[in-house]
């Protein structure tokens, strides 16, 4: 699987952005799709998860009421659709992808994803 992930950019604070994440090479139908975040000196940060089909939605407690983590099957893609930003929300984003419906506890670990995207700069300034 091939992740493309796109969207960021420099965003003041209160504002939205739309972060996308194209999956390409391997179905996911059954699968498990998340989004990680990344600052210079620290681990990765859990953002949101879903279950690529059906129902099941996780977020970092710290991202609920603000962030949606969607995704549209004609287009293989998922989104982070971000808003109310703020500036401790800048980082790195990356979208990741498992093929197995990971349980629960799972989504939340970096290490339980196979694929990676490369990674997008999301800036937000006060």
């Known amino acids: 699987v091939q992740l493309q992930a796109s969207g960021g950019g420099l965003v003041q604070a209160g504002g939205s952005l739309r972060l996308s994440c194209v999956a390409s090479?391997?179905?996911?139908?059954?699968?498990?799709v998340g989004w990680f975040r990344q600052t210079p000196g620290k681990e990765r940060e859990f953002v949101a998860a879903?279950?690529?089909?059906?129902?099941?939605?996780y977020y970092a407690d710290s991202m609920k009421g603000r962030f949606t983590i969607s995704r549209d099957n004609g287009k293989n893609t998922v989104y982070l659709q971000m808003n109310s930003l703020k500036p401790e929300d800048t980082a790195v984003y990356y979208c990741?992808?498992?093929?197995?419906?990971?349980?629960?506890?799972?989504?939340?670990?970096?290490?339980?994803?196979?694929?990676w995207g490369q990674g997008t700069l999301v800036t937000v300034s006060s």
């Open positions: 090479g391997r179905t996911l139908d059954s699968g498990t």
């Open positions: 990741a992808a498992t093929p197995r419906r990971l349980i629960t506890s799972s989504v939340y670990y970096p290490n339980a994803y196979d694929y």
């Open positions: 879903r279950r690529w089909s059906g129902v099941g939605t």
